[in-house]
């Protein structure tokens, strides 16, 4: 098992930034690839980036490539969403997710948080 648990979530204006936290406990974090998704009202969970093992390689969803950095520290068990030049369709729930295949961009992950919300203001 792996538990999940996101922060950095909250209310910002477009065109600011936030950075988003999943911290990780239980099973080996390093034997997972981690991956960040959104999810806005009424609409399925979106694939955002996602990072491999040893986070050597990542991997971004276009809409986001260029503005946000994922990148993790297997010491402190945590992997980190860097978003930049925040845009008001990016208001959602972000949640991190864990899976032992890099890179998967659809939302069939093996552990999930419980997400943060993050609100941009226009």
């Known amino acids: 098992q792996v538990q999940l648990v996101e922060s950095g979530g909250g209310l910002v204006q477009a065109g600011g930034s936030l950075r988003l936290s999943c911290a990780a406990s239980g099973r080996t974090f390093s034997s997972f690839a981690m991956g960040w998704f959104r999810q806005a009202p009424g609409q399925e969970r979106e694939f955002v980036a996602t990072?491999?093992?040893?986070?050597?390689?990542?991997y971004y969803a276009d809409s986001v490539k260029g503005r946000f950095t994922i990148s993790r520290d297997n010491a402190k068990n945590t992997v980190y969403l860097q978003m930049n030049s925040l845009k008001p369709e990016g208001t959602a729930v972000y949640y991190c997710?864990?899976?032992?295949?890099?890179?998967?961009?659809?939302?069939?992950?093996?552990?999930w948080g419980q997400g943060t919300q993050v609100t941009v203001s226009s």
């Open positions: 990072i491999n093992w040893g986070g050597s390689r990542t």
């Open positions: 997710g864990a899976h032992t295949t890099f890179p998967v961009t659809a939302p069939e992950y093996d552990y």
